[in-house]
């Protein structure tokens, strides 16, 4: 008999008048009711009368109750108490006993708890059922545990597992208990117990790996800890845990089968694509390196890329593989492959692409001898990757080569050409062949003219053949070039529409305030050209001038200081063409200044022909202001008049035709930048001179002696414009619609 001290004086509360069966009778009533707080109350009335008046059977049943009820409202140190004093009265009473040991625990005093659940287990071991027993052997373990008695601990969970082989709770407790101890068998021993007592697969199959742990770290044996990672396995395949331990000591061992296995079977396990990618490649990285399989290896990243296309790191071995082998039937399949599976990918990256179908391409040419897949595959090729010169240079080599795909080769040179820093000899060389190769000898003149305009020294061969074609006589335009073919074939990038056309509504209320009178150039009536005179000169201003589409021809003026054709700005309008050109019998000459400055007479270009870029401006702020009063464009253009001419000119229809236009215009814009348009204006009318004179050489020289530019350019530049031109697509289709090609 364990004996344990208790305080009367908390419980001691005086007699009670009523008898202890009215009261018993009273408070199991209003326990069975739920009413706890009213049986605490009457117990403690109970327990105020002196213990001495009632026997011990009366007083096991107050105190025990009274403690219960404590417990009910979480009063835990007077239930202890209550139970202590329940306790000194009867310690055979196993639910008294039971309860004191659980409270007495709870309060940290595990030596008194532990003497009272021996007692239990003392007294009632024989008529316990064997799970009882064993869960009493499971408190005195614990209890023997938290006093850090780990031998008399592991003892008692061995009892309770004697009593219950099964019991979780004494198997882990047997496990902590050996673990301190430092026994390895016998912490071996237990985990098995444990493992063995589980129900739960999963359960099972991670204290599997629990153990193999063991089996490496203690025991320094990763054979047998390979072998209980399988059995984890086996209790549960989606242990990937187990998985990747299994290849992590089986590549210790040196047992590559095994590791390559593991990783194709958390391919297997893993969820995500890119996962199963991952582990598929690791796989094949094994089977290739370390058991030279090299088939299971290709298989396997094969997959990986079908399970994630951004894994170069597989395609470059299938490849290596591949070309090993020189299979390339099989390479060609595996380009072909992540292309498409890249290709529909939404984040698809255009880099990947090109470099995918530039190595096609180069299969294709090297190795399948498939000339026409290596030109298309180079063209996928260059539509990802368009600033790739080499790869540019590539095609074009070969479609050089085949006569079906010339066109392709033309293509690409006129790219090449548009990229900075080739210069003209780099590629217009190449073009001409290409065009002689397809008999287009008039195209293959205008690229070695060209060539030659451009500076290029050309060999004996090529220098004759533009020599052939050149011609001192010039070719006369057949038919008009009407407005389509205007905008279609000769017009420089850069002319807006709008602003042509707002400087044709311009041209009408500006003329006269932009004008001067016939005097100020010192001309008088005798100084008008008859145009119905039968001179070189005027033939040639005629035909240029209906092959414009003009009805009724400007009026000329001859001025003899006068350097070439210009635009007099007068009033009335007309040009003044300069005596040595008008006696002059260089027709070529004459072609390319009558065509030009026809051109710029034309309305929409007609300012820009006279004025300054800032007047230009100036007259565009005013018309804007014109159609958005609230803008306040003043400070650009001083000169009120021309402003006041505007306001007047602009009313009524023609003021709602400006307004179309401006807005049309302004549209998606806060601001409009003329210089691109002045420079294609004179780019264009430099296009129709060179139009009309057939020879750049010629088109140089005029340009060199014009008194006035449109632009700021230098003649380099407005050349290097027009031998662009001269090469063009838009140029070298016009030709034979005018009947000036050379064969």
Not at 67 to 88: E, L
Not at 306 to 331: C, G, H, N, P
């Given at each position: 008999?364990?004996?344990?001290?208790?305080?009367?004086?908390?419980?001691?509360?005086?007699?009670?008048?009523?008898?202890?069966?009215?009261?018993?009778?009273?408070?199991?009533?209003?326990?069975?009711?739920?009413?706890?707080?009213?049986?605490?109350?009457?117990?403690?009335?109970?327990?105020?009368?002196?213990?001495?008046?009632?026997?011990?059977?009366?007083?096991?049943?107050?105190?025990?109750?009274?403690?219960?009820?404590?417990?009910?409202?979480?009063?835990?140190?007077?239930?202890?108490?209550?139970?202590?004093?329940?306790?000194?009265?009867?310690?055979?009473?196993?639910?008294?006993?039971?309860?004191?040991?659980?409270?007495?625990?709870?309060?940290?005093?595990?030596?008194?708890?532990?003497?009272?659940?021996?007692?239990?287990?003392?007294?009632?071991?024989?008529?316990?059922?064997?799970?009882?027993?064993?869960?009493?052997?499971?408190?005195?373990?614990?209890?023997?545990?938290?006093?850090?008695?780990?031998?008399?601990?592991?003892?008692?969970?061995?009892?309770?597992?004697?009593?219950?082989?099964?019991?979780?709770?004494?198997?882990?407790?047997?496990?902590?208990?050996v673990g301190e101890l430092g026994d390895p068998a016998?912490?071996?021993?237990?985990?098995?117990?444990?493992?063995?007592?589980?129900?739960?697969?999963?359960?099972?199959?991670?204290?599997?790996?629990?153990?193999?742990?063991?089996?490496?770290?203690?025991?320094?044996?990763?054979?047998?800890?390979?072998?209980?990672?399988?059995?984890?396995?086996?209790?549960?395949?989606?242990?990937?845990?187990?998985?990747?331990?299994?290849?992590?000591?089986?590549?210790?061992?040196?047992?590559?089968?095994?590791?390559?296995?593991?990783?194709?079977?958390?391919?297997?396990?893993?969820?995500?694509?890119?996962?199963?990618?991952?582990?598929?490649?690791?796989?094949?990285?094994?089977?290739?390196?370390?058991?030279?399989?090299?088939?299971?290896?290709?298989?396997?990243?094969?997959?990986?890329?079908?399970?994630?296309?951004?894994?170069?790191?597989?395609?470059?071995?299938?490849?290596?593989?591949?070309?090993?082998?020189?299979?390339?039937?099989?390479?060609?399949?595996?380009?072909?492959?992540?292309?498409?599976?890249?290709?529909?990918?939404?984040?698809?990256?255009?880099?990947?692409?090109?470099?995918?179908?530039?190595?096609?391409?180069?299969?294709?040419?090297?190795?399948?001898?498939?000339?026409?897949?290596?030109?298309?595959?180079?063209?996928?090729?260059?539509?990802?990757?368009?600033?790739?010169?080499?790869?540019?240079?590539?095609?074009?080599?070969?479609?050089?080569?085949?006569?079906?795909?010339?066109?392709?080769?033309?293509?690409?040179?006129?790219?090449?050409?548009?990229?900075?820093?080739?210069?003209?000899?780099?590629?217009?060389?190449?073009?001409?062949?290409?065009?002689?190769?397809?008999?287009?000898?008039?195209?293959?003149?205008?690229?070695?003219?060209?060539?030659?305009?451009?500076?290029?020294?050309?060999?004996?061969?090529?220098?004759?053949?533009?020599?052939?074609?050149?011609?001192?006589?010039?070719?006369?335009?057949?038919?008009?070039?009407?407005?389509?073919?205007?905008?279609?074939?000769?017009?420089?990038?850069?002319?807006?529409?709008?602003?042509?056309?707002?400087?044709?509504?311009?041209?009408?209320?500006?003329?006269?305030?932009?004008?001067?009178?016939?005097?100020?150039?010192?001309?008088?009536r005798r100084d008008r050209v008859k145009i119905s005179?039968?001179?070189?000169?005027?033939?040639?201003?005629?035909?240029?001038?209906?092959?414009?589409?003009?009805?009724?021809?400007?009026?000329?003026?001859?001025?003899?200081?006068?350097?070439?054709?210009?635009?007099?700005?007068?009033?009335?309008?007309?040009?003044?063409?300069?005596?040595?050109?008008?006696?002059?019998?260089?027709?070529?000459?004459?072609?390319?200044?009558?065509?030009?400055?026809?051109?710029?007479?034309?309305?929409?270009?007609?300012?820009?022909?006279?004025?300054?870029?800032?007047?230009?401006?100036?007259?565009?702020?005013?018309?804007?202001?014109?159609?958005?009063?609230?803008?306040?464009?003043?400070?650009?253009?001083?000169?009120?008049?021309?402003?006041?001419?505007?306001?007047?000119?602009?009313?009524?229809?023609?003021?709602?035709?400006?307004?179309?236009?401006?807005?049309?215009?302004?549209?998606?814009?806060?601001?409009?930048?003329?210089?691109?348009?002045?420079?294609?204006?004179?780019?264009?009318?430099?296009?129709?001179?060179?139009?009309?004179?057939?020879?750049?050489?010629?088109?140089?020289?005029?340009?060199?002696?014009?008194?006035?530019?449109?632009?700021?350019?230098?003649?380099?530049?407005?050349?290097?414009?027009?031998?662009?031109?001269?090469?063009?697509?838009?140029?070298?289709?016009?030709?034979?619609?005018?009947?000036?090609?050379?064969?």
């Open positions: 008999m364990v004996e344990v001290q208790h305080e009367q004086s908390g419980l001691e509360f005086g007699p009670s008048p009523v008898p202890l069966a009215q009261h018993r009778a009273d408070v199991e009533a209003l326990i069975s009711q739920g009413s706890v707080e009213k049986a605490r109350l009457r117990l403690e009335e109970v327990a105020r009368q002196a213990d001495a008046t009632r026997d011990a059977v009366e007083n096991l049943w107050l105190y025990s109750w009274l403690g219960q009820v404590y417990v009910a409202v979480n009063d835990g140190d007077r239930a202890c108490d209550a139970f202590a004093r329940a306790y000194a009265i009867d310690p055979r009473e196993q639910e008294v006993a039971s309860t004191y040991s659980e409270l007495l625990e709870a309060r940290g005093q595990h030596r008194e708890a532990l003497q009272v659940a021996q007692v239990v287990l003392l007294n009632h071991k024989q008529g316990l059922e064997a799970g009882e027993v064993a869960a009493l052997y499971d408190r005195i373990g614990a209890l023997r545990e938290a006093l850090g008695d780990h031998k008399e601990a592991r003892a008692a969970f061995e009892m309770a597992l004697v009593e219950s082989p099964e019991d979780k709770q004494a198997l882990t407790g047997l496990l902590r208990a016998d912490v071996v021993e237990a985990r098995l117990k444990l493992i063995q007592g589980l129900d739960d697969d999963r359960a099972r199959s991670m204290a599997l790996v629990a153990l193999g742990d063991d089996w490496v770290k203690t025991f320094n044996d990763p054979e047998r800890a390979l072998d209980t990672f399988e059995e984890a396995v086996a209790q549960w395949p989606q242990n990937r845990h187990a998985v990747e331990r299994i290849a992590e000591v089986a590549r210790e061992l040196g047992d590559f089968r095994r590791v390559c296995r593991a990783y194709f079977t958390l391919s297997v396990i893993a969820e995500s694509f890119p996962e199963k990618a991952e582990y598929l490649i690791r796989s094949s990285d094994v089977a290739r390196t370390e058991l030279w399989e090299s088939e299971k290896a290709l298989a396997g990243y094969r997959k990986a890329l079908e399970y994630d296309s951004t894994r170069l790191d597989a395609f470059k071995s299938v490849t290596s593989i591949l070309v090993d082998a020189l299979d390339w039937e099989e390479l060609e399949a595996a380009y072909v492959q992540v292309i498409a599976a890249n290709t529909e990918r939404q984040d698809v990256d255009p880099n990947l692409l090109g470099v995918l179908w530039q190595k096609l391409g180069d299969l294709y040419r090297d190795h399948l001898d498939r000339a026409g897949d290596a030109i298309f595959a180079f063209n996928q090729a260059l539509a990802y990757l368009p600033d790739h010169a080499g790869l540019r240079g590539q095609l074009v080599a070969l479609t050089e080569e085949h006569p079906e795909h010339y066109e392709t080769a033309v293509a690409h040179l006129r790219a090449m050409g548009q990229t900075p820093g080739v210069q003209p000899g780099q590629w217009l060389d190449r073009l001409g062949k290409v065009f002689l190769r397809q008999k287009e000898v008039d195209k293959a003149y205008c690229v070695y003219r060209a060539l030659r305009a451009s500076g290029v020294r050309l060999d004996a061969k090529a220098l004759g053949f533009v020599e052939r074609f050149d011609s001192k006589i010039l070719k006369p335009i057949r038919g008009q070039i009407n407005p389509a073919m205007m905008r279609r074939y000769v017009f420089a990038p850069g002319l807006e529409s709008e602003l042509n056309e707002c400087f044709r509504l311009l041209k009408g209320p500006l003329q006269e305030w932009t004008g001067e009178a016939r005097s100020t150039y010192g001309l008088k005179d039968n001179v070189a000169f005027n033939n040639f201003y005629k035909n240029v001038g209906a092959a414009l589409g003009y009805v009724e021809l400007p009026d000329l003026w001859r001025k003899d200081d006068q350097i070439g054709l210009v635009n007099g700005a007068m009033i009335p309008e007309g040009l003044i063409v300069g005596g040595d050109l008008l006696a002059s019998a260089r027709e070529k000459h004459i072609a390319f200044v009558v065509a030009k400055q026809l051109f710029l007479f034309l309305d929409p270009f007609y300012l820009a022909a006279i004025r300054p870029q800032s007047d230009l401006e100036a007259f565009l702020y005013r018309a804007v202001a014109l159609v958005r009063p609230e803008v306040d464009y003043a400070a650009s253009f001083q000169n009120e008049d021309a402003f006041k001419v505007m306001k007047r000119a602009f009313r009524g229809e023609e003021m709602g035709k400006l307004k179309r236009v401006i807005e049309e215009m302004l549209q998606g814009r806060d601001e409009i930048a003329l210089g691109p348009w002045v420079e294609a204006i004179e780019d264009t009318a430099n296009r129709i001179g060179l139009i009309f004179c057939d020879d750049l050489s010629v088109a140089e020289a005029c340009l060199r002696e014009e008194p006035r530019c449109i632009s700021q350019r230098s003649l380099e530049s407005r050349m290097r414009s027009l031998i662009d031109y001269s090469v063009s697509e838009q140029y070298l289709s016009l030709r034979p619609q005018l009947g000036i090609q050379v064969a």
